[in-house]
């Protein structure tokens, strides 16, 4: 059975940072590009940031750029966002999600798993 659970979130002042994980089992992790996205109350769920299998190489929605930083440990099965300079409208639940597909990382319909989320609450 494939599992992604996220950990993490929480209460957060606005400017501060916070760190997510999300554990993966079930899978072949090291072969899975992996992803982040948040969805906040009453909007679609939305493209973060994503990290390949291959390279490494990275990719962020533009205004986390700068902000978020997204890494992956292929020993430990793992996927992180250190999210820093938080900013209110960063309020979200947050999912992890790997895909398979070598192309379209910034669309929900590239992804084959996901987790159940993590709820990120930025305050002013």
């Known amino acids: 059975q494939v599992q992604l659970v996220e950990s993490g979130g929480g209460l957060v002042q606005a400017g501060g940072s916070l760190r997510l994980s999300c554990a993966a089992s079930g899978l072949t992790f090291s072969r899975y590009n992996m992803g982040w996205f948040r969805q906040a109350p009453g909007k679609e769920r939305e493209f973060v940031t994503a990290?390949?299998?291959?390279?490494?190489?990275?990719y962020y929605k533009d205004s986390v750029k700068g902000r978020f930083t997204i890494s992956r440990d292929n020993a430990k099965n793992t996927v992180s966002l250190q999210m820093n300079s938080l900013k209110p409208e960063d309020t979200a639940v947050y999912y992890c999600?790997?895909?398979?597909?070598?192309?379209?990382?910034?669309?929900?319909?590239?992804?084959?798993?996901w987790g159940q989320g993590t709820q990120v609450t930025v305050s002013s």
């Open positions: 990290i390949t299998w291959s390279r490494g190489s990275t």
């Open positions: 999600a790997a895909s398979g597909s070598n192309v379209r990382l910034a669309s929900l319909a590239v992804y084959d798993y």
